[in-house]
């Protein structure tokens, strides 16, 4: 029988890879804390019409991405594909419309099928945020800001700079929807066939197309800005006035858009130019009209999501292991002392292991090996008089301690 390997598409997470990605969900989770913003855990799964609801029906998650499945019972159900569809559902099926704003945060895998490459897999993981029930620009600003500040955490805000767009209101997109036909009906012949399909349906997805002759076009399609609206525009610029007020530098990009209809206002990315063509870390946008499509009122809200694997590929360093401390018992007789100071040990805070066999040498090999910062040494006579031995593996300096004063002493000492 071959070896058996990971799914295509999938990686396991160990050592420097699991620290990094703890990392980055730790930091992201402290700095949404101070933004009021409490975490929710949804299921990995869900009805398949809550990704259809939110993703739309022509985008290539929903009709070439998605992992969907009948269930013993019949029922079509879909691995989650992104976050924010379960977290407008969890809105409405545990009726929070009429407790606004909500505040979520959270941390977990996603599921693509899709070509895997740097920082993308098929199995992949997502830190996000989203505040629903505030319509105002300002709400907007935090929750960018917020992006920011976890990226100024991590250290990688330098290495990443925002990129923003409006997609103005209602009557903003109507009028731009109808230039956009007209435009690309001109062209129709030139397009790719997804586009061509496309183009009655929603032309802002012909915007999103990767295939090299609808860039070409899209290069020269007319621009949101000549349509908006007064009360767009003024919405446009209050939030760019937000972020001037909260010190978030951004640049101006009206290439970013969404195709949905209940996307409006403000779109956003994160992008840095460290991970070659996979260079947005970090994407959002207002989505004022999905509550409403999982059933519940027509409710504001804006929020964003993070690849973990790519924000960890960004840290500069990762972070250590943890070093423990290492007991040591020097004959049988010791064994049960050396378990009470163990569990002591733990009691206090400090990271404690214990070697279950081989002679005092071995034992003391394998706290180097480990990285211990200390080895506890008991023996038969240790035990007698009530003490041990700390020896400091770093520089070799050793005290004797009573037994009840090693956990207390280990516990304030730096690095345990």
């Keep these: ?11 396991d997470l160990i050592g420097e890879a699991q620290r990094r990605h703890a990392h980055v969900v730790d930091t992201a989770r402290r700095i949404a804390g101070l933004y009021g913003f409490d975490e929710w855990s949804t299921p990995i799964f869900e009805d398949t019409r809550v990704f259809a609801r939110s993703l739309g029906d022509t985008s290539d998650v929903v009709s070439k991405e998605m992992y969907s499945f009948e269930d013993r019972g019949g029922e079509s159900l879909t691995l989650r594909p992104e976050g924010t569809a379960g977290v407008c559902r969890a809105l409405v099926t545990n009726g929070l419309t009429q407790s606004l704003p909500q505040k979520v945060f959270y941390a977990g895998p996603m599921f693509r099928y899709e070509r895997p490459q740097k920082g993308r897999y098929r199995q992949f993981h997502q830190i996000g945020a989203e505040l629903i029930g505030a319509a105002e620009p300002l709400a907007d600003a935090e929750v960018i800001a917020m992006g920011r500040d976890i990226l100024k955490a991590l250290g990688i805000a330098d290495d990443a700079v925002v990129e923003l767009n409006t ?7 109507a009028a731009w929807r109808a230039a956009l036909i007209a435009y690309f009906t001109e062209c129709r012949d030139q397009l790719s066939e997804d586009s061509r399909a496309r183009l009655e349906r929603n032309p802002l997805r012909i915007l999103d197309s990767k295939a090299p002759q609808d860039r070409a076009l899209v290069a020269g ?8 609206t007064t009360d767009a525009r ?5 939030l760019r006035s937000a972020l001037d007020l909260l010190g978030v530098p951004f640049r101006e990009n009206p290439g970013i858009v969404r195709g949905l209809d209940y996307y409006g206002h403000t779109t956003f990315e994160f992008v840095t130019g460290k991970l070659g063509t ?9 989505y004022d009209g999905l509550v409403a499509e999982m059933g519940g009122p027509r409710t504001p ?19 250590k292991a943890p070093r423990p401390v290492a007991v040591v018992p ?12 163990l569990q002591a040990l733990r009691a206090h805070g400090v990271r404690a292991e214990i070697a279950y066999r081989g002679n005092a040498k071995r034992r003391l090999e394998r706290a180097n090996r480990i990285g211990a910062t200390h080895a ?18 770093d520089d070799g300096a050793q005290a004797e301690l009573a037994l009840d004063a090693v956990a207390p002493y280990l516990a304030g000492t730096a690095g345990c």
Excluded at 221 to 228: K, R, S
Excluded at 330 to 341: N, P, S
Aim: proline share 3%; net charge negative.
């Design 167 to 173: 997609l103005g209101d209602i009557e903003s997109r």
């Design 278 to 286: 996979q260079g947005t870390v970090l994407a959002g946008g207002r």
């Design 376 to 393: 506890v040494l008991i023996g038969d006579d240790e035990v007698a008089r009530g003490v041990a031995q700390v020896k400091a593996l």
């Design 330 to 341: 020097m004959g049988e007789g010791a064994t049960g002392a050396a378990v009470t100071l």
């Design 1 to 11: 029988m071959s070896s058996l390997q990971p799914v295509r598409g999938t990686h």
């Design 301 to 319: 809200a804006i929020g964003w999501a993070g690849g973990i694997e790519r924000l960890a590929l960004l840290l500069d360093d990762a972070p």
């Design 221 to 228: 399609a007319p621009l949101i800005g000549a349509f908006l």
């Design 234 to 238: 003024i919405f446009w610029d209050d």
